[in-house]
């Protein structure tokens, strides 16, 4: 017998996103049906030849979907906003992929610019298509991921039918390629807790029988086509669950065990807070994440149920580095010995967050791709660490020398730089105060910048017109000298302090015209980071990210940002601020390295920052603003970790502010509506002005900051930037007036929630307009009350 090998996923988006590029033009009506299932066909047919060809011992289905997993499982379930279930019955019993579009993107679902957008810190902002009456689903992120789910929506009287035939068709595709079949099913529970109930005074564990029903009838059917094991991802096991909800995992697996064999996965984090729960389940096996919670493996070991197989999520399902396979056959080897066949080897989690192949990368050195490992070369590892816990000696040769360039990292000193972990070595308390507390920088401040009652400005970013992309894009191709493409962006500089000076907006920005995004563009700067040409992983829908990734200790070799906010200044007598990327948000949307810690690395990119906060105000920028949108979405799965993570976050953003003179303005920005749960420590980064989303919540949000006490300066966003819209004068007064009577006029600051970069100038200048005359009319309003 040999070890059982099997992924837990693939990615669907194909190795150069076909299926994104396929899905847009089937949105815009260039492309019909037929064409688009065609292509998903042939992506997870690949997929499955990779697992086959790597000789798994699955073929894992169900994996594939044409927007999103959750919304699948919602389809499967039938279970359809009824906004969007289509008018005739026809239409409702037999929904079609128009109708999973309309619940992930809205109504007007030919139009590709409509297609929502999540808040750059992936929060839930509406589809721009909200007026229509049909508005997507909200969406959020899945677990600690950058990707983003489609949220389940219940109400009372909601009820499941199986009718969608996706996850069968594709079990049977495989089945007639000949492919042994594991499918992959959303477990119930996960898809209860994953959803928001959308009507008061119910819970929606209370539709969990009927749900059963609809999960006893899918186990079923796959029993009938000869499926023997099904995969079911109960996620939501690593987290910290209420007793209400552990407890109905009983009876759920009761209701529906039985047909197949189940496999229970759990990934993302440790499981053993419900370890003894989970053991009494009727199932066959559990699956644990070794790569984000190694340290359960041997409670599980111990506790595991004589009869169940133990699948171990050995390599890491949701990074880019090769797995040290020595080690990982040094670690499981105890365990196959005591285990035996019912040990199997698999991915952590699914491969959806891995880049799909390391192979296309052709501009990487040999050195670095030597460290990586993608989507295809996981399977590899999978299936090599099985052959050598088999006693197979090729294979344990070839795990030996597969881990060696893995191993010489580590003490290469191209890698770990002693002149870095000088710097991180004199860390103190100290080194992370400003040198003034606050009361007193702000009074320096108002000396220094001459800034009027409610000062106006913008959160960073202008138009990313299509002008600057193709620049860009001619500049990376070769076509464009770096010399021209640098006169390019001086013009749009330009001319974007321009239009700020016509606005008569208070404090300015350059526009981060040279920046494709916020992080890349800080990546690109920074010794320690490599970026790659195909290294794609989904967001959501056919939204694809490309993150950099840590490779080494990260130094700042020159000012990275000096040169643009200078000459941005040299055009203006008004305020001009700086404009940086926060360490943690940095650390949220990259690759981070494994071999040393996420406050590590957060700690590197905070000395880079510091310096260039220092050769920033050296060089005559007076305000300096710190963006952190992800310093939310970066919070550990469990609470009892939340602290920990806060505490060295905080540090990492003041060892990069506390470089600047009291006075110095510093800023941050974060862009998401829920700061209850960091509230303190959103004050103890101690930026002297925050600005923040607010708009959508009728500033609500400030409650938040009034309740705590909050002690310096805020910027409420006075409109949604997500939407074109353009908010009145009166709108924005209001807003304010409402802001007011939370926060003291004397810390107010007038913005937009987030930066314009998707916006075009017209809606800009419109908005901005309607924001300045706003604040002058409160301005005079305020003072003449005062005098
Ligand atoms: N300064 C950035 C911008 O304006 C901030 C973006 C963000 O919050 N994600 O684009
Ligand atoms: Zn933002």
Same mark, same amino acid.
């Given at each position: 017998?040999?070890?059982?090998?099997?992924?837990?996923?693939?990615?669907?988006?194909?190795?150069?996103?076909?299926?994104?590029?396929?899905?847009?033009?089937?949105?815009?009506?260039?492309?019909?049906?037929?064409?688009?299932?065609?292509?998903?066909?042939?992506?997870?047919?690949?997929?499955?030849?990779?697992?086959?060809?790597?000789?798994?011992?699955?073929?894992?289905?169900?994996?594939?979907?044409?927007?999103?997993?959750?919304?699948?499982?919602?389809?499967?379930?039938?279970?359809?906003?009824?906004?969007?279930?289509?008018?005739?019955?026809?239409?409702?019993?037999?929904?079609?992929?128009?109708?999973?579009?309309?619940?992930?993107?809205?109504?007007?679902?030919?139009?590709?610019?409509?297609?929502?957008?999540?808040?750059?810190?992936?929060?839930?902002?509406?589809?721009?298509?909200?007026?229509?009456?049909?508005?997507?689903?909200?969406?959020?992120?899945?677990?600690?991921?950058?990707?983003?789910?489609?949220?389940?929506?219940?109400?009372?009287?909601?009820?499941?039918?199986?009718?969608?035939?996706?996850?069968?068709?594709?079990?049977?595709?495989?089945?007639?390629?000949?492919?042994?079949?594991?499918?992959?099913?959303?477990?119930?529970?996960?898809?209860?807790?994953?959803?928001?109930?959308?009507?008061?005074?119910?819970?929606?564990?209370?539709?969990?029988?009927?749900?059963?029903?609809?999960?006893?009838?899918?186990?079923?059917?796959?029993?009938?086509?000869?499926?023997?094991?099904?995969?079911?991802?109960?996620?939501?096991?690593?987290?910290?669950?209420?007793?209400?909800?552990?407890?109905?995992?009983?009876?759920?697996?009761?209701?529906?065990?039985?047909?197949?064999?189940?496999?229970?996965?759990?990934?993302?984090?440790?499981?053993?807070?419900?370890?003894?729960?989970?053991?009494?389940?009727?199932? +066959?096996?559990?699956?644990? #994440? @070794? &790569? /984000?919670?190694?340290?359960? !493996?041997?409670? %599980?070991?111990? *506790? =595991?149920?004589?009869?169940?197989?133990?699948?171990?999520?050995?390599?890491?399902?949701? +990074?880019?580095?090769?797995? #040290? @396979? &020595? /080690?990982?056959?040094?670690? !499981?080897?105890? %365990?196959?010995? *005591? =285990?035996?066949?019912?040990?199997?080897?698999?991915?952590?989690?699914?491969?959806?967050?891995?880049?799909?192949?390391?192979? @296309?990368?052709?501009?990487?050195?040999?050195?670095?791709?030597?460290?990586?490992?993608?989507?295809?070369?996981?399977?590899?590892?999978?299936?090599?660490?099985?052959?050598?816990?088999?006693?197979?000696?090729?294979?344990?040769?070839?795990?030996?020398?597969?881990?060696?360039?893995?191993?010489?990292?580590?003490?290469?000193?191209?890698?770990?730089?002693?002149?870095?972990?000088?710097?991180?070595?004199?860390?103190?308390?100290?080194?992370?105060?400003?040198?003034?507390?606050?009361?007193?920088?702000?009074?320096?401040?108002?000396?220094?910048?001459?800034?009027?009652?409610?000062?106006?400005?913008?959160?960073?970013?202008?138009?990313?017109?299509?002008?600057?992309?193709?620049?860009?894009?001619?500049?990376?191709?070769?076509?464009?000298?770096?010399?021209?493409?640098?006169?390019?962006?001086?013009?749009?500089?330009?001319?974007?302090?321009?239009?700020?000076?016509?606005?008569?907006?208070?404090?300015?920005?350059?526009?981060?015209?040279?920046?494709?995004?916020?992080?890349?563009?800080?990546?690109?700067?920074?010794?320690?980071?490599?970026?790659?040409?195909?290294?794609?992983?989904?967001?959501?829908?056919?939204?694809?990210?490309?993150?950099?990734?840590?490779?080494?200790?990260?130094?700042?070799?020159?000012?990275?940002?000096?040169?643009?906010?200078?000459?941005?200044?040299?055009?203006?007598?008004?305020?001009?601020?700086?404009?940086?990327?926060?360490?943690?948000?940095?650390?949220?949307?990259?690759?981070?390295?494994?071999?040393?810690?996420?406050?590590?690395?957060?700690?590197?990119?905070?000395?880079?920052?510091?310096?260039?906060?220092?050769?920033?105000?050296?060089?005559?920028?007076?305000?300096?603003?710190?963006?952190?949108?992800?310093?939310?979405?970066?919070?550990?799965?469990?609470?009892?970790?939340?602290?920990?993570?806060?505490?060295?976050?905080?540090?990492?953003?003041?060892?990069?502010?506390?470089?600047?003179?009291?006075?110095?303005?510093?800023?941050?920005?974060?862009?998401?509506?829920?700061?209850?749960?960091?509230?303190?420590?959103?004050?103890?980064?101690?930026?002297?002005?925050?600005?923040?989303?607010?708009?959508?919540?009728?500033?609500?949000?400030?409650?938040?900051?009034?309740?705590?006490?909050?002690?310096?300066?805020?910027?409420?966003?006075?409109?949604?930037?997500?939407?074109?819209?353009?908010?009145?004068?009166?709108?924005?007064?209001?807003?304010?007036?409402?802001?007011?009577?939370?926060?003291?006029?004397?810390?107010?600051?007038?913005?937009?929630?987030?930066?314009?970069?998707?916006?075009?100038?017209?809606?800009?200048?419109?908005?901005?307009?309607?924001?300045?005359?706003?604040?002058?009319?409160?301005?005079?309003?305020?003072?003449?009350?005062?005098?």
């Amino acid at each position: 017998m040999t070890t059982t090998t099997h992924i837990l996923g693939y990615p669907r988006i194909g190795e150069k996103r076909e299926l994104k590029f396929t899905l847009e033009k089937y949105w815009r009506g260039e492309i019909g049906q037929s064409e688009l299932k065609q292509l998903g066909s042939e992506l997870r047919n690949r997929n499955w030849n990779v697992q086959a060809d790597a000789n798994l011992s699955f073929a894992t289905a169900g994996d594939f979907a044409w927007y999103d997993h959750v919304l699948t499982t919602t389809l499967l379930l039938g279970h359809v906003p009824k906004r969007h279930a289509g008018g005739s019955e026809e239409e409702k019993a037999f929904p079609d992929l128009d109708t999973l579009f309309r619940v992930g993107r809205g109504q007007s679902q030919t139009q590709i610019q409509s297609q929502k957008q999540p808040t750059c810190c992936g929060g839930k902002h509406g589809s721009e298509s909200a007026q229509d009456g049909a508005a997507a689903s909200d969406m959020t992120k899945w677990f600690n991921t950058n990707y983003h789910y489609i949220v389940p929506e219940f109400s009372k009287d909601d009820s499941f039918d199986v009718s969608w035939p996706q996850l069968f068709d594709e079990v049977n595709e495989a089945i007639q390629a000949g492919h042994k079949v594991k499918p992959v099913l959303l477990g119930p529970l996960s898809y209860l807790y994953l959803g928001k109930e959308v009507e008061e005074g119910f819970d929606r564990l209370s539709l969990l029988p009927r749900l059963l029903t609809a999960y006893q009838a899918i186990l079923a059917k796959l029993s009938k086509l000869g499926v023997e094991w099904v995969q079911i991802d109960e996620p939501i096991l690593a987290l910290e669950l209420d007793n209400q909800w552990v407890d109905s995992f009983k009876l759920a697996y009761q209701v529906i065990q039985g047909d197949v064999k189940l496999l229970l996965t759990t990934y993302f984090d440790s499981v053993t807070d419900t370890l003894d729960k989970i053991v009494d389940l009727p199932i +066959n096996g559990l699956h644990i #994440d @070794l &790569a /984000a919670a190694p340290q359960q !493996l041997d409670e %599980v070991v111990n *506790k =595991l149920p004589e009869d169940w197989v133990l699948s171990a999520g050995a390599i890491n399902g949701r +990074n880019v580095w090769r797995a #040290d @396979l &020595a /080690a990982q056959l040094e670690l !499981l080897q105890p %365990v196959k010995d *005591k =285990l035996g066949d019912k040990l199997w080897i698999a991915s952590s989690c699914s491969l959806l967050h891995s880049p799909v192949d390391l192979e @296309l990368e052709e501009t990487l050195s040999e050195e670095v791709k030597s460290w990586f490992a993608f989507a295809k070369q996981k399977v590899t590892e999978v299936s090599l660490l099985g052959a050598a816990l088999d006693g197979d000696q090729n294979a344990i040769l070839a795990c030996e020398t597969y881990s060696q360039p893995i191993v010489a990292r580590k003490s290469a000193t191209h890698v770990n730089k002693p002149q870095v972990q000088a710097r991180i070595n004199t860390i103190t308390k100290a080194l992370a105060e400003r040198t003034a507390p606050y009361a007193e920088r702000a009074a320096h401040q108002s000396e220094v910048l001459g800034l009027p009652l409610l000062p106006t400005t913008t959160v960073g970013s202008f138009p990313q017109t299509g002008e600057i992309r193709v620049q860009r894009s001619a500049y990376r191709t070769g076509k464009l000298s770096e010399a021209e493409y640098n006169t390019a962006l001086k013009g749009h500089i330009a001319d974007a302090v321009k239009r700020q000076e016509a606005l008569d907006l208070d404090v300015l920005v350059h526009g981060e015209a040279e920046r494709n995004d916020m992080v890349e563009y800080f990546a690109e700067n920074l010794a320690g980071f490599q970026t790659t040409k195909f290294g794609w992983v989904q967001s959501y829908g056919s939204r694809c990210v490309k993150p950099a990734i840590v490779v080494a200790d990260i130094e700042r070799e020159k000012p990275m940002t000096v040169e643009w906010s200078t000459y941005a200044q040299s055009l203006t007598s008004k305020q001009m601020k700086g404009m940086l990327t926060g360490p943690v948000t940095i650390l949220c949307w990259t690759f981070p390295r494994e071999d040393i810690s996420r406050k590590e690395i957060t700690n590197q990119l905070a000395f880079a920052l510091r310096d260039e906060v220092s050769d920033l105000q050296d060089a005559g920028i007076n305000i300096i603003q710190i963006d952190e949108p992800a310093i939310r979405e970066g919070l550990p799965l469990k609470k009892r970790d939340h602290a920990e993570y806060l505490e060295w976050a905080v540090d990492a953003f003041k060892i990069s502010a506390a470089s600047a003179k009291p006075e110095t303005q510093i800023h941050t920005h974060m862009c998401y509506s829920e700061f209850n749960e960091i509230i303190d420590s959103v004050a103890a980064l101690d930026a002297d002005v925050i600005t923040i989303e607010t708009s959508r919540s009728n500033m609500e949000l400030l409650k938040a900051f009034e309740e705590f006490n909050y002690p310096n300066a805020i910027g409420p966003g006075v409109y949604d930037i997500h939407s074109p819209n353009i908010p009145s004068e009166e709108w924005i007064v209001d807003l304010l007036k409402k802001a007011a009577e939370k926060i003291p006029a004397e810390r107010l600051w007038a913005n937009p929630d987030c930066g314009l970069k998707t916006r075009n100038w017209v809606e800009t200048e419109a908005a901005l307009t309607n924001l300045v005359s706003a604040t002058k009319a409160l301005r005079k309003e305020w003072e003449s009350a005062e005098a």
